[in-house]
């Protein structure tokens, strides 16, 4: 148990709170029958902070890049309160899918220009919760609040907008603004947990346990509770089922609430013996899978010492970003024997692991804070993943105090470099 708070502790608050803001806004998602509301203003808002960092230099991870998402976001509200009005041959279900393809297209596009674009698309699908910080939550609560505050004092009005637009157009009232004050606030609430998510995983928490809440409830309130119930239990599940089986967190997550969701379903159809039946297998799966640890994975599993020797050049294993720092193999090692500077940078320059590598400076700037600066610096240039690259941060502004140095603009050349994946 100590282990699952230590790890996983923050990660579970900040899908309380998630789940809290996201479980609201998915009733209503549903009762306006948007349901791509979400993954399309996510996909929108990843492509303000990407144009962001290409146009200004700002990290996709800053208050810079965040609020680039949020502008970008505001102008999405527009856009689907207008044409929510003024198209009236399109639903606006089709508007939102479209808006979607286009904006995934674009982020596809702009990644492409950065290098390590591709493990830039795996870091906004999977997130990086698992890296939350003390920080995070409490911008994510006071995000939140400022978001929630503004949907409960202008409940009245919105109810109108998701319950009787179709008639208040009819009689000559309009309804615009208050539409695109609701995308705002939306915006502004999957802005910010995207940033800390993923999409993946901001998609399941707004409709899923909204959808299953939806089985067996009329009323928004006793929906709400039910919903975000049924989402906290799926999430515990997730997070034991990736801390023993090393699985990415947000799939997990999103896994086991999917499964939920079916076994719902079923519980609506189905007679009650055969769905208990099918509960009790389900959860023997999930013990099972569980308490077998790491023990069924394959051999990719086991550290570098323990692989048996290949006929030709070993290919480096990729590493999840929601593993583990700790490890036990040869280049762990070597960056704890190392005794100075000039180690340090000569093991930087065999590995291409990110997270090796940011061991590496992190050690450096344990050895020598001055030298493991210049060494931190060309890890950030380097472009690396946000987890990594918030790790190394976080060690040169706990070194001394200053502010970590800035990376260099992207250069044509670097698509070429080694990006570290």
Known sequence: MEHFLAMFGLPLLASVLMLAILGYLGIYVLKREIIFIDIAMAQTVVVGMVVGHLAFGVHLDSWAGYGCGVGIACVAAAFYALGRRR???VPLEAIIGISYAIAAAAVLFLVGLAPGGHIHVQGMLAGSILWVTWEDLAASAAIFAVAGAGFWLFR???????????????????????DILWYALAGIVIAWATRIA???????????????????ARRDGIRFVIGWGFGLGATVVGLLF????????????????????????????????LTVALCLVAAAGVIV?????????????????????????ALPSPVSPDAS??????????????????????????????????????????????????????????????FFRRRVREALEAGDGAPSPPPAPARQNDQDAPSGS
């Not at 009245?156 to 208050?178: D, I, K, N």
């Not at 990736?242 to 007679?271: K, Y």
């Open 242 to 273: 990736a801390d023993r089986l090393d699985f990415s967190v947000g799939p997990s997550i999103s896994l086991f609430l999917v499964v939920g969701l079916a076994l719902a379903a079923v519980s609506r159809v189905w007679p009650r013996p």
């Open 289 to 313: 899978l569980v308490g077998m640890g790491g023990q069924g994975l394959p051999v990719a599993q086991q550290t570098a010492d323990e692989q048996p020797a290949a006929a030709g050049p």
């Open 198 to 216: 993923g999409i993946l995983l901001i998609f399941a928490f707004l409709i899923v346990p909204a959808v299953t809440s939806a089985l067996f």
């Open 156 to 178: 009245r009005p919105f109810a109108h907008v998701h319950q009787g637009y179709a008639g208040a157009v009819e009689g000559g009232t309009s309804l615009v603004g208050w």
């Open 87 to 89: 198209i009236r041959q």
């Open 325 to 386: 720092a700790a490890g036990g193999n040869g280049i762990e090692r070597k960056i704890q024997a190392a005794e100075s500077l000039s180690e340090l940078r000569d093991l930087f320059a065999e590995v291409t692991d990110p997270q090796f590598r940011a061991d590496i400076v992190c050690r450096a700037l344990e050895l020598d804070p001055a030298g493991g600066r210049a060494l931190a610096r060309q890890f950030l240039d380097a472009e690396p993943p946000l």
